[in-house]
């Protein structure tokens, strides 16, 4: 949004004239059931910046532009922030909980035993992890499509280090 507004007082025409800003699934659900978790590390900020940047024109990407229709969300690690260059200042600005990961707070959280932290895949939750894209679509070949744009991206760019694939 343009202004920062409280939240009260926001109505539906300020929703409306922001819709462009709003997370896609949040306006209306996206019902894409065939989905992939790319779990990345950032070689390079500047790079990973650019890929970013590149990655963004793939959001809600419309089969008529891409060939086969997709959507693309993209959440950060405190150590993903910091390794694309996020200032010590707003670093500093988040909650402790995110600051420490789920691995840090495994023990308050009840991951203990057989869920604990070194029994988890790919190395999740560690400081390699620095991002995680989600990818969704309408069928299998539309899932195999949208990685192949999403490596290819990776490739284009480099800075950026598939660590685990999970769907």
């Known amino acids: 949004m343009n202004t920062l507004v409280r939240a009260e007082s926001l109505t539906a025409a300020d929703l409306k004239d922001n819709i462009h800003d709003i997370q896609d699934n949040v306006v209306a659900p996206i019902l894409m059931r ?5 779990f990345v590390k950032f070689n390079d900020g500047a790079k990973a910046r650019a890929w970013l940047r590149n990655m963004f024109s793939h959001v809600n990407a419309r089969r008529e532009e891409r060939g086969t229709r997709f959507t ?5 690690t405190h150590e993903g922030l910091k390794a694309l260059g996020l200032s010590q200042r707003s ?4 909650p402790e909980a995110f600051k420490v990961g789920m691995r840090g707070r495994a023990h308050v959280v009840g991951d203990i035993g057989p ?26 070949q ?3 499509e949208a990685t192949r744009i999403f490596r290819d991206e990776i490739e284009a760019t480099g800075g950026v280090e598939i660590r685990f694939v999970q769907d």
Not at 34 to 38: E, T, V
Not at 91 to 94: A, P, T, V, W, Y
Not at 123 to 136: Q, V
């Open 34 to 38: 065939y989905g992939r978790h790319i």
């Open 72 to 76: 693309i969300n993209i959440g950060f």
């Open 91 to 94: 670093l500093n600005s988040f």
């Open 115 to 140: 869920h604990a932290p070194e029994h988890w895949e790919g190395g999740l939750g560690g400081p390699d992890i620095h991002a995680m894209a989600w990818l969704r679509t309408d069928s299998d």
């Open 142 to 144: 539309g899932r195999e």
